[in-house]
């Protein structure tokens, strides 16, 4: 059974930089895709970037495109989001989630998810 | 990028009740649509991929159906635990989009 946890989320003024991370055990880590998504407070589902199960291939929302950067340490089992030029619109509870495929595929749905880590910018 | 849309976005059922909710695409995503139920302050939980497959642990009441740019999540007898908010989502090639989320509440 996967878990995934997620940590560093906190309040930060806008502009400035933030780094999440994601903790990975259950499953064959370095095997799999994962991505982060978000939620706005009271609002629906954003998909934010995805990472191949071999960091070879990274996509991002439009959204965040030029200023997060999605990475992956398979000797660790830790995926991170670093967030850089944050603003307002940014606050969110972040999410990590995994694909369901053993290879890279442009195809994904999200069969497990993290708690989530909540990220408020606001001056 | 390929919108999805949801319809209702909340509607009031009562425990027994048959639900279903509508998945639009604005084109054609063939089956590649999965279903999300959440809970207030939980994470999201996979329902059903491919259009029709249940996850697995996913009770049998869910079902789902579709292709093409309509998909629909039937739920045959709510139960108690069924209240929440259902999400779809295609995954017909990046970016992977949601539709609005409808909010399923006690009647």
């Known amino acids: 059974q996967a878990q995934l946890e997620e940590s560093g989320g906190r309040v930060v003024q806008p502009g400035t930089s933030l780094r999440l991370s994601c903790a990975a055990s259950g499953f064959t880590f370095r095997g799999y895709g994962m991505h982060w998504v978000r939620q706005a407070p009271g609002k629906g589902l954003e998909w934010v970037a995805f990472?191949?199960?071999?960091?070879?291939?990274?996509y991002y929302g439009d959204s965040v495109k030029g200023r997060f950067t999605i990475s992956r340490d398979n000797s660790r089992n830790t995926l991170s989001l670093q967030m850089n030029s944050l603003r307002p619109e940014d606050t969110a509870v972040y999410y990590c989630?995994?694909?369901?495929?053993?290879?890279?595929?442009?195809?994904?749905?999200?069969?497990?998810w993290g708690q989530g880590s909540l990220v408020t910018v606001s001056s | 990028d390929i919108q999805m849309t949801q319809s209702p976005s909340a509607l009031s059922a009562s425990v027994g009740d048959r639900v279903t909710i509508t998945c639009r695409a604005s084109q054609s995503i063939r089956n590649l649509l999965a279903w999300y139920q959440q809970k207030p302050g939980k994470a999201p939980k996979l329902l059903i991929y491919q259009a029709s497959s249940l996850e697995s642990g996913v009770p049998s009441r869910f079902s789902g159906s579709g292709s093409g740019t309509e998909f629909t999540l039937t739920v045959s007898s709510l139960q108690p635990d069924d209240f929440a908010t259902y999400y779809c989502q295609h995954y017909n090639g990046f970016p992977p989009t949601f539709g609005g989320g409808t909010k399923v509440e006690i009647k």
């Open positions: 989630a995994k694909d369901p495929w053993k290879a890279f595929s442009t195809s994904s749905y999200f069969d497990s």
């Open positions: 990472v191949s199960f071999d960091g070879n291939n990274k």
